[in-house]
């Protein structure tokens, strides 16, 4: 019995255990971030509903983290996945990719915020 994915673990040779750890434990604070957008969607929504404000308003904002936290979610997955067949293949590791696109998101997201508490 192979281990899964085997598109990961078929390919090159075995890495040095501590770079196999160290990819794990960046996979794992991925899943963290996410798991914090998610419950900070949840939280805005929940909050916007028991206050006074226009609840409609934080309503896009809450799904946009949400679904940042989704998307984060499955890139770590597959940014896992990229790091660990590359040093398998002895290859250099991938660029950033989706942690700009984070960065860009939780901006959007924050100043979305801002202008809503201003106005």
């Not at 959007?108 to 202008?115: C, R, S, T």
């Amino acid at each position: 019995m192979g281990r899964w994915p085997a598109r990961v673990y078929g390919e090159g040779t075995e890495p040095d255990p501590r770079f196999t750890f160290a990819n794990e434990r960046t996979f794992l604070a991925w899943l963290r971030t996410a798991l914090a957008l998610v419950v900070a969607g949840v939280a805005v929504d929940v909050l916007a509903e028991s206050g006074d404000a226009d609840a409609d308003g934080y309503r896009p904002l809450a799904a946009a983290l949400i679904v940042l936290g989704m998307a984060a979610s499955a890139a770590a997955f597959a940014r896992w996945m990229a790091n660990e067949r590359a040093m398998r293949r002895r290859e250099p590791l991938p660029g950033l990719g989706l942690g700009t696109v984070l960065a860009g998101g939780i901006v959007a997201i924050a100043l979305g915020l801002v202008l809503l508490i201003l106005l």
